[in-house]
């Protein structure tokens, strides 16, 4: 079985974690094929936006645990941190592409942590995620450090981190660490429409939008005014802005190309 799954329609690229015998959680082979996956959603000029979801009943676990505990299968926490999860992470937030987190299911652990990354995160109202990493000794991983305090605040994401607990898809959108929680009837399609509208937007546009949140982590005021100004810049440069503005004068709806 293909561990990750492609299809790219209408601009916009929908990869699935494959998994589902085991919850999706990763070894080394879907890793790799993800990293692989990813890129080719980069340097595809028809991909405008990506979809990660998961098949079955969980987006992600978070690490093959048959693969750490059975010597002749584990590489190591070191190989598993640096060539498989932080490149994921850095992938996700460095392509200047929209990047939905559809979240079908559990996201637990590193699973957690990468749906955390993604751009936008959206996740049925029977979804729960949990910072498992304490529960078998362990700390987090894949960014959550970075991301979780960042969206939730210190003391909560210590807490979550520290306790473990569950959170439910409808808490986590009241606590700011996704962006809103769909009806699982609809969910699909309206994960499909989110997508849609994405890929129908100035996408070199989106992909400096991102660029600038990315850096607002760490910048001061004064470095990211002048990226600010850099971006606003090369943006009204692009096609799709000649698009919008004559759109907007001719009082019509914009047809953005991704130029």
Not at 35 to 56: F, K, Q
Not at 153 to 178: P, R, Y
Not at 203 to 210: D, E, S, V
């Amino acid at each position: 079985m293909n561990s990750i799954l492609l299809e790219i329609k209408n601009g916009v690229a929908i990869i699935t974690l494959n998994r589902p015998e085991v919850f999706n959680s990763f070894n080394r082979e879907m890793a790799f094929k993800l990293h692989d996956v990813l890129d080719a959603c980069e340097s595809n000029d028809d991909v405008r936006a990506i979809v990660l979801t998961g098949n079955g009943k969980a987006f992600c676990a978070g690490q093959d645990l048959k693969e750490v505990t059975s010597p002749e299968l584990n590489p190591g926490f070191k190989k598993i941190l640096e060539e498989h999860y932080n490149p994921i992470i850095t992938r996700l937030r460095s392509i200047k592409k929209p990047i939905i987190g559809a979240i079908n299911g559990v996201a637990a652990g590193a699973g957690a942590n990468i749906a955390l990354a993604c751009d936008i995160v959206v996740a049925h109202e029977k979804v729960s995620f949990i910072q498992a990493f304490s529960l078998i000794g362990l700390v987090p991983d894949s960014g959550g450090t970075f991301f979780l305090p960042r969206l939730i605040g210190f003391q909560k994401a210590l807490a979550l981190a520290m306790l473990g607990d569950k959170i439910s898809a409808e808490e986590a959108e009241k606590m700011g660490m996704i962006y809103k929680v769909l009806p699982l009837e609809s969910f699909e399609e309206e994960v499909n429409q989110l997508a849609s509208k994405l890929a129908s937007m100035p996408t070199k546009a989106l992909g400096m939008i991102k660029e600038l949140f990315n850096n607002s982590m760490t910048n001061d005021l004064e470095a990211q005014l002048a990226l600010e100004s850099k971006l606003q810049i090369e943006a009204a440069q692009t096609d799709d802005y000649l698009e919008g503005v004559t759109a907007f004068v001719e009082k019509r709806k914009p047809e953005f190309k991704g130029r």
